[in-house]
T-cell receptor, first 113, second 114 residues
Framework: DAGVIQSPRHEVTEMGQEVTLRCKPI?????LFWYRQTMMRGLELLIY????????DSGMPEDRFSAKMPNASFSTLKIQPSEPRDSAVYFC???????????FGPGTRLTVT | AQTVTQSQPEMSVQEAETVTLSCTYD???????LFWYKQPPSRQMILVIR??????QNATENRFSVNFQKAAKSFSLKISDSQLGDTAMYFC???????????FGQGTRLTINP
């Protein structure tokens, strides 16, 4: 299996621009998670989906952030407009609903200037 | 809310030595899971080992083992015969049974010196 796939690996954008991060979960997994990693806050869960339905989005920082999962093999995390404080590494992870192990993608390093 | 604390921001040992990373957590739950993840410089998060709280036996995976003390809410990771490739950030994580949400500690930066 290819594992969790994220794109792009690196993204540099200017403040105010829209940013879209993409994730393909492991085939057969029906839970998908978006995490953010920063020096100040560490690793924190932003949102997760079960069977393409958002279950808990309490970690989403503000309305500038949105996430979708239109089908079982694709999810996006969008930031509009982006701000310098959004600079972080964003991870996508997937798992089976009935099993607790989460498998992480390689992450997207976002830099907002 | 659950919290996870890793009290050692950095550690450094010589190759082939044994090293123990500490982790404590705070929860009122009785059923939960604990994990250690490794994040090498490539930044990929890799699951190293897991422990189910209902199991008394400590989990082991090759050179990696844990010391799970449920009453003390302690979950340390022991790496035996350390190798250069073990150099990484190590994160302890907690998951309440049925919750799916991972709560991470702040991490310990481990350096293995040749």
């Amino acid at each position: 299996d290819a594992g969790v796939i994220q794109s792009p690996r690196h993204e540099v954008t200017e403040m105010g621009q829209e940013v879209t991060l993409r994730c393909k979960p492991i085939s057969g997994h029906n839970s998908l998670f978006w995490y953010r990693q920063t020096m100040m806050r560490g690793l924190e869960l932003l949102i997760y989906f079960n069977n393409n339905v958002p279950i808990d989005d309490s970690g989403m920082p503000e309305d500038r952030f949105s996430a979708k999962m239109p089908n079982a093999s694709f999810s996006t995390l969008k930031i509009q407009p982006s701000e310098p404080r959004d600079s972080a590494v964003y991870f996508c992870a997937s798992s089976s609903i009935n099993y607790y192990e989460q498998y992480f993608g390689p992450g997207t390093r976002l830099t907002v200037t | 809310a659950q919290t996870v604390t890793q009290s050692q921001p950095e550690m450094s040992v010589q190759e082939a030595e044994t090293v123990t990373l500490s982790c404590t957590y705070d929860t009122s739950e009785n059923n939960y899971y604990l994990f250690w993840y490794k994040q090498p410089p490539s930044r990929q998060m890799i699951l190293v080992i897991r422990q189910e709280a209902y199991k008394q036996q400590n989990a082991t995976e090759n050179r990696f083992s844990v010391n799970f003390q449920k009453a003390a809410k302690s979950f340390s990771l022991k790496i035996s015969d350390s190798q250069l490739g073990d150099t990484a950030m190590y994160f302890c994580a907690f998951m309440r049974q049925g919750a799916q949400k991972l709560v991470f500690g702040q991490g310990t930066r481990l350096t293995i010196n040749p």
